[in-house]
């Protein structure tokens, strides 16, 4: 039996996971989470053998790849896959990162998620084929791919704050944001920030 925890803010979206998940006999939903929080404590509360992760669990709350950095740090053995609507690389990248061993977005067949949950089960890393090319493509142009640093200053940047936000925001001087500005540009062949803000989301490695 594989017993699974949600964590998704959204209640009704939550129940129909469930319900679709009830239709295997070999799965147990045996607890759900709306935030990190609640996910610590039900972690802590019973054995879980894979987690299921929403990225966005809303406003001011540690989203999916803080959840799933926390899993990993205190519950090695808990496999999380993120189950989401988003697909930019960026997210993809820094699902991995936190130590994700699954992508899946939330209009994947039933068949797919099954799949995987049953995989990361076993100890497998599961990526659906689209989601392993791209990681595969960025890793076939290293010089290209931004780092995950990269990737949130240019997300920071896409929703407007200057430099000196930027720097406060992740607590780093304002000369090393500008480096990786500057670092972001040359990978993405761009001459400021501006223009590389719009390469990233026209690229799909950030979304705004």
Do not use: C, W
């Not at 990190?36 to 999916?64: C, F, H, S």
């Not at 209009?107 to 599961?126: H, K, M, N, W």
């Not at 990786?180 to 990978?187: I, N, P, Q, R």
């Amino acid at each position: 039996m594989v017993r699974i925890l949600l964590v998704d803010d959204h209640p009704v979206l939550r129940h129909g996971v469930r319900t679709l998940l009830d239709t295997q006999s070999d799965f147990e939903v045996v607890a759900e989470a709306g935030s990190l929080e609640e996910a610590a404590t039900r972690l802590n509360a019973q054995p879980i053998d894979v987690a299921l992760v929403d990225l966005d669990l809303g406003p001011d709350k540690p989203g999916g790849i803080e959840v799933t950095a926390a899993i990993r740090r205190a519950h090695e053995a808990v496999k999380v896959i993120i189950f989401t609507a988003y697909d930019s690389d960026a997210d993809i990248v820094r699902a991995v990162e936190a130590g994700a061993a699954g992508y899946l977005v939330k209009d994947s067949r039933p068949a797919e998620l099954f799949q995987a949950i049953r995989s990361a089960a076993r100890g497998s890393d599961v990526m659906p084929e689209n989601i392993a090319e791209r990681l595969r493509r960025r890793g076939d142009r290293p010089q290209e791919t931004l780092t995950s640093r990269e990737l949130e200053v240019l997300t920071l940047a896409a929703k407007g704050l200057s430099n000196r936000e930027l720097a406060r925001e992740l607590v780093v001087s304002e000369a090393t944001v500008k480096t990786h500005l500057h670092h972001a540009s040359t990978k993405l062949g761009t001459e400021n920030r501006q223009a590389a803000v719009a390469a990233a989301v026209k690229q799909g490695l950030i979304r705004i």
